[in-house]
């Protein structure tokens, strides 16, 4: 069984489209986690979220997102997409408490 | 949370010990050192972690020095499925949101 799943894999959308992307772990963990890696390989800290609290990396734009309908799911939801939000996202889950995470596959966003 | 410094690359011929080293002389008394790997097109993979003492699972060895200033991860018969980029995080355990933060990582080219 996949721990953490993303869907979908590849996305490509023209500027100005409203996406999302969708994230599930079946682990039990109480927080997850979005991350973007761009074309240089770096990879960033989006956010992270549990059921009590929301943190936000501040030079995250506001047309992105995080929706959780449940403890198991983190979709990412991007407005008004640009150029430079092709990139590569990772949805992580861990235990709040622990650095210990678990990532999904990765989603590789492609913006025309 | 404390700087880490890793070489940009390394080789290791199949087979032998792989010894990746992490410096982090700022190190402060109540953060742990993780490590993580990236093999290509996948999302990271957690390996190991620990604070001052050396620590062993199924996938690795983590020997910390005394003064804890530095680390070394230790993959003790590399495999070609082994050539990724590993980073090394240094993280306070009482740091709040338990995100983590990638810097550019050591990558490992295992030969044949």
């Known amino acids: 069984d996949t721990a953490v799943s993303q869907t979908p894999k590849y996305l490509v959308t023209q500027m100005g489209n409203d996406k999302s992307i969708k994230c599930e772990q079946n682990l039990g963990h109480d927080t997850m986690y979005w991350y973007k890696q761009d074309s240089k390989k770096f990879l960033k800290i989006m956010f992270s979220y549990n059921n009590k609290e929301l943190i936000i990396n501040e030079t995250v734009p506001n047309r992105f997102s995080p929706k959780s309908p449940d403890k198991a799911h983190l979709n990412l939801h991007i407005n008004s997409l640009e150029l430079g939000d092709s990139a590569v996202y990772f949805c992580a889950s861990g235990q709040r408490g622990y650095y210990e995470q678990y990532f999904g596959p990765g989603t590789r966003l492609t913006v025309t | ?112």
Not at chain 2, 45 to 65: C, D, F, P, R, V
Not at chain 2, 70 to 99: E, F, K
């Open chain 2, 1 to 112: 949370d404390a700087k880490t410094t890793q070489p940009p690359s390394m080789d290791c011929a199949e087979g032998r010990a792989a010894n990746l080293p992490c410096n982090h002389s700022t190190i402060s008394g109540n953060e742990y050192v993780y490590w993580y790997r990236q093999i290509h097109s996948q999302g990271p993979q957690y390996i190991i972690h620990g604070l001052k003492n050396n620590e062993t699972n199924e996938m690795a060895s983590l020997i910390i020095t005394e003064d804890r200033k530095s680390s070394t991860l230790i993959l003790p018969h590399a495999t070609l499925r082994d050539t990724a980029v590993y980073y090394c995080i240094v993280r306070d355990s009482g740091a709040g949101s338990y995100q983590l933060t990638f810097g550019k990582g050591t990558k490992l080219s295992v030969i044949p």
